[in-house]
Nanobody, 115 residues
Framework: QVQLVESGGGLVKPGGSLRLSCAASGRIFSIDGMGWYRQVSGKERELVAVISSTARTNYADFVKGRFTISRDNAKNLLYLQMNELKPEDTAVYYC?????????WGQGTQVTVSS
C-alpha cells in the first residue's frame, strides 16, 4: 500500500506564501504521477497541480504563475510552493498519487488565507 502524509498548512495573510509537503511511503515505485488537489466544504475536490513521472507539470488556471509543484524523488517528497495567496485559496489541500490504475490520498492539510 501507499501512505501519504501532508504538512505545511496553516493561516497566512493575503499575498503571503506557504509550502506544502507530502511524504510518500510504502509501495511507491513505478508511480504514474503525483499531484495536489483542494476541497472547500460543500464543494467538489478540484485539481491544483500535477507532476508526471517524467516531471511534466500541469496547473489549474487559477494557480498558474503563483503555485509551483515539485518532487524530490530521493526523499520521496512532493511539494507545493504557494505564493501570492488569496482568500479564495482557502481549502483543505490533499496529496494524490497514481500507480497502476489506483490512486491514493493523504489526510489533507488546511490552508486558510485571511487577514
Amino acid at each position: 500500500q501507499v501512505q501519504l502524509v501532508e504538512s505545511g498548512g496553516g493561516l497566512v495573510k493575503p499575498g503571503g506564501s506557504l509550502r506544502l509537503s507530502c511524504a510518500a511511503s510504502g509501495r511507491i515505485f513505478s508511480i504514474d504521477g503525483m499531484g495536489w488537489y483542494r476541497q472547500v466544504s460543500g464543494k467538489e475536490r478540484e485539481l491544483v497541480a500535477v507532476i508526471s513521472s517524467t516531471a511534466r507539470t500541469n496547473y489549474a488556471d487559477f494557480v498558474k504563475g503563483r503555485f509551483t509543484i515539485s518532487r524530490d524523488n530521493a526523499k520521496n517528497l512532493l511539494y507545493l510552493q504557494m505564493n501570492e495567496l488569496k482568500p479564495e485559496d482557502t481549502a483543505v489541500y490533499y496529496c494524490n498519487l497514481k500507480r497502476f490504475g489506483s490512486e491514493y490520498w493523504g489526510q489533507g492539510t488546511q490552508v486558510t488565507v485571511s487577514s
